[in-house]
């Protein structure tokens, strides 16, 4: 009879706050004990040579999200959890979309029917509100947060989807009453549609001009009426996906006046630009997401932005769709006008190698700051911690092998999502996760799955901002 299940040894651990040499022991899923010289498992893990991190929490992606006619997502719960695992993640926050009409409940149905038993990882779901009732505001939004569904996302942008200042107002109303986080996709609409109008007038309907519609400036004064309509109603806000200088100097500056607005940042605003929607023929249309990537002083700034912790959580916005299919970036409508190509751009298997490498790699971040980032931050923001998030006695043993060294170019054919490209090809990276342990069991190491669809849905408790 052994005392452990398994002992990872040798390693060297990283926490968002310190680093160190010892010995990790699991038993029934959790951490039970981190010291030296420990022994007595039935499994031993050698870490020699490697970082021992908590396992990537990855709270901003789309999975199976319904996107519009004839138009499909490239990941369902088992590919995105698949690629989200070999890349280092042990839990993913995919977004319910509540469809015009329908009850909260009723997508929640409808997600966790896709997602129970399909996942890979351990798995929570944010709520996406769009038609926010009175009955879905004043009675489906308390229970769902009673029953661990404690943050959901507002979106200003996106026919269909775009909330009313007014409708925020309401939404976030509800939500301070109910402890649920806000997350708002700040873009001004009709901002967007007076450009992209004029655009087409004009006839340009290339890729690029997702880019040129959708500039600055509508992100910055959308970032600040939403802060603006927090502060009116007093209560906690995330802005997500931010992009550029001027929107995080709107949430710096709020928080200059005391208000709690967290922040959120992507990898694609830290390696790509506009210039990549340009690309020639079709191929911009690869890298059509919003908002869309800026320019050089706008990775400059969202660098800035992660040293200075304006940003609390850098996620990947993971929302994949295939180049080569009509049903994805090759609608025939989006051919016709950038209007019309699906939003959104594949990355939760790349997130963490591209920020270690550009951040932690070029001493632009600490490795503590890269773990708070990727993942400790996630828990604490979203009612996980210190179940998730960290290495500590009584944490679910979700850790991360990571090799420091290992060189790897970024490229489609060595990844596991559902779509047939990367925005990132050709990317060398240096640091690559290299075993994926999710509660206490391997689920792939060393290029291989050792387990299959074991994740677990997790209710959340109150989100940060509530405490
Ligand atoms: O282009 C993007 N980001 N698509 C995903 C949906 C969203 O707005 O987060
Ligand atoms: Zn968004
Ligand atoms: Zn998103």
């Known amino acids: 009879m052994t005392a452990f299940d398994t002992i990872i040894t040798g390693g060297t651990i990283a926490t968002a706050a310190d680093t160190f040499q010892a010995d990790i022991a699991i038993q029934g899923g959790r951490i039970v004990a981190i010291g030296e010289g420990l022994s007595g498992a039935a499994h031993t893990i050698d870490a020699r040579d490697r970082l021992v991190l908590p396992g990537g929490i990855d709270s901003h992606v789309h999975i199976s999200q319904p996107s519009g006619p004839r138009v499909v997502m490239a990941d369902d719960f088992n590919s995105a959890t698949r690629a989200a695992a070999f890349g280092g993640n042990t839990t993913v926050m995919p977004f319910c979309l509540q469809q015009s009409g329908q009850s909260l409940r009723d997508a929640l149905t409808w997600y966790h029917g896709l997602a129970d038993g399909n996942c890979h990882v351990d798995v929570s779901f944010h709520l996406i509100v769009t038609d926010p009732t009175p009955q879905v505001l004043g009675q489906e939004l308390p229970a769902l947060a009673a029953e661990g569904y404690t943050s959901i996302k507002l979106f200003m942008t996106y026919p269909g989807l775009r909330l ?61 009426r939403a802060i603006t309509l927090a502060e009116i109603v007093d209560v906690p806000i995330m802005i997500v996906h931010v992009s550029n200088r001027e929107a995080m100097e709107e949430i710096d500056r709020a928080r200059r006046r005391g208000r ?85 751009i594949p990355g939760v298997e790349t997130r963490l190698p591209i920020l270690f490498s550009e951040g932690v790699n070029r001493g ?24 998730k998030g960290t290495i500590a006695v009584g944490s679910h043993a979700d850790i991360v092998l990571w090799d420091p060294q290992r060189v790897q170019t970024i490229r489609q054919e060595n990844l596991h999502h559902g779509a047939d490209y990367t925005p990132f090809e050709g990317i060398t990276v240096t640091g690559w996760p290299v075993l994926t342990m999710v509660r206490g069991q391997i689920v792939c190491a060393n290029e291989t799955m050792t387990a299959e669809r074991t994740g677990q849905y997790l209710r959340r408790g109150r989100p940060a901002g509530y405490a």
């Open 164 to 224: 009313s200042d007014r409708a925020i107002l309401d939404s976030l109303a509800a939500a301070k009453a109910a402890g649920t986080l806000v997350l708002v996709h700040a873009e001004n609409d009709d901002a967007i549609e007076y450009l992209r109008d004029t655009a087409e007038t004009a006839g340009d309907v290339a890729p690029k001009f997702h880019a040129s519609t959708r500039p600055i400036p509508v992100e910055r004064e959308a970032t600040h």
């Open 260 to 344: 709690t607005v967290f922040g959120e940042t992507c990898p694609q605003y830290l390696v790509l630009t506009a210039d990549d929607l340009d690309r020639t023929g079709f191929d911009g249309a690869k890298y059509v997401c919003s908002p869309p990537p800026r320019d050089t002083d706008s990775q400059a700034a969202c660098w800035e932005g992660l040293e200075r912790n304006v940003f609390d959580v850098f996620s990947s916005d993971h929302c994949p769709f295939r180049y080569e299919d009509p049903e994805g970036k090759k609608h025939p409508d989006g051919l016709k006008t950038f209007r019309a190509i699906p939003n959104g």
């Open 364 to 387: 632009r971040i600490d490795l503590n700051r890269f773990v708070a980032l990727t993942s400790t931050n996630h828990a604490k923001t979203y009612g996980l911690y210190p179940r």
